[in-house]
């Protein structure tokens, strides 16, 4: 069974950088499958933010693309999300999880809710 | 962007009748591979968005079968046959052909 599970600061200071990462289980991360981050203000949708595959081709929203930066550790199978000059807008909680190349995710983690306040 | 429209925005059923939502693309979301990347999620309350249905009539695994996805192109249905109190939830489409990958704005599917 697929596992995922993001950690990272609850707390964020405005213009500061984000940082989280996602620790998969269960599942190789060296896999045809792609690794991918997504995100839900309190009381909104959902957006997609960024995917990776473990070759590194990675793939951004382009709405948040000059600030994020997505990466992958396979020696740890984990991969990680940094969003640098955060504001209030960025308060969400963060999704990991994992898609097919073209299709929607089919496994995320619990999601953890980063608040953006000084 | 691909935008992704849901409707109705919220829904409230008795448990035991059917319920039917419906979500369209502004573009086909037909890939050249042949197939039709749509897929259906429900969040439950306070839970991460689990995945129902996928490549627009495709069950998950563990899905029941009161769930069911139909159509093509642009155009998309997600059908409950008979409800009950465990679908409560927020229903997303979402489209994986073009990036960035989007989502529809939600349904909220209450009990009555």
């Known amino acids: 069974q697929v596992q995922l599970q993001e950690s990272g600061p609850g707390l964020v200071k405005p213009s500061e950088t984000l940082s989280l990462t996602c620790g998969v289980s269960g599942y190789s991360i060296t896999s045809p499958y792609y690794w991918a981050w997504i995100r839900q203000p309190p009381g909104k949708g959902l957006e997609w933010i960024a995917t990776i595959h473990y070759t590194w081709a990675t793939y951004y929203n382009p709405s948040l693309q000059s600030r994020v930066t997505i990466s992958v550790d396979t020696s740890k199978n984990q991969f990680s999300l940094k969003l640098d000059s955060v504001t209030a807008t960025d308060t969400a909680v963060y999704y990991c999880?994992?898609?097919?190349?073209?299709?929607?995710?089919?496994?995320w983690g619990q999601g953890t809710l980063v608040t953006v306040s000084s | 962007d691909v935008v992704m429209t849901q409707t109705p925005l919220s829904l409230s059923v008795t448990p035991g009748q059917p319920a039917s939502i419906s979500c369209r693309s502004s573009?086909?979301?037909?890939?050249?591979?042949?197939?039709?990347?749509l897929y259906w999620y429900l969040q439950k309350p306070g839970q991460s968005p689990q995945l129902l249905v996928y490549e627009v009539s495709s069950r998950f695994s563990g899905v029941p079968d009161r769930f069911s996805g139909s159509g093509s192109g642009t155009d998309f249905t997600l059908k409950i046959s008979r409800v009950e109190a465990e679908d409560v939830g927020v229903y997303y489409c979402l489209q994986g052909v073009h990036l960035p990958i989007t989502f529809g704005q939600g349904t909220r599917l209450e009990i009555e």
């Open positions: 573009q086909s979301l037909l890939h050249s591979d042949g197939k039709t990347y």
């Open positions: 999880a994992r898609h097919p190349g073209n299709g929607g995710p089919d496994y």
